[in-house]
């Protein structure tokens, strides 16, 4: 038996960006940013990498800009873990979330 997801992708129907990521308050969203990104100006010139590795966040980007997997990146970068993948998207998903509803009250 398929998912929900599963039969509304199969339709070409999408969901909205809340029933696929937890929506988090700013303070979680820079605590998380923090464990999971990192800048220094001694790793790569200060671009922003996965904390703990040389990888820059950008890569991730482009793979999927390519039209590739995660688990096309993951496996060609096994120091970036899935749970650090999939927190930056929750992250970015936040970040848009926010500028939407920001954009609402306004």
Not at 18 to 23: A, N, T
Not at 49 to 54: E, I, K, L, P, S
Not at 68 to 92: C, H, M, N, Y
Request: hydrophobic residues 40%; proline residues 4%.
């Amino acid at each position: 038996m398929r998912s929900r997801g599963e039969d509304e992708k199969q339709k070409g129907v999408t969901m909205p960006l809340e029933e696929h990521f937890d929506i988090i308050s700013d303070d979680e969203i820079r605590m998380k940013w923090e464990q999971i990104i990192s800048r220094d100006t001694d790793i790569l010139g200060g671009t922003p990498v996965f904390a703990g590795t040389r990888v820059p966040v950008q890569t991730l980007i482009d793979y999927l800009k390519e039209g590739d997997s995660l688990d096309d990146f993951l496996e060609g970068f096994p120091s970036v873990s899935r749970k650090q993948a999939q927190t930056f998207f929750e992250i970015a998903v936040n970040a848009v979330m926010a500028e939407e509803r920001d954009a609402c009250i306004a």
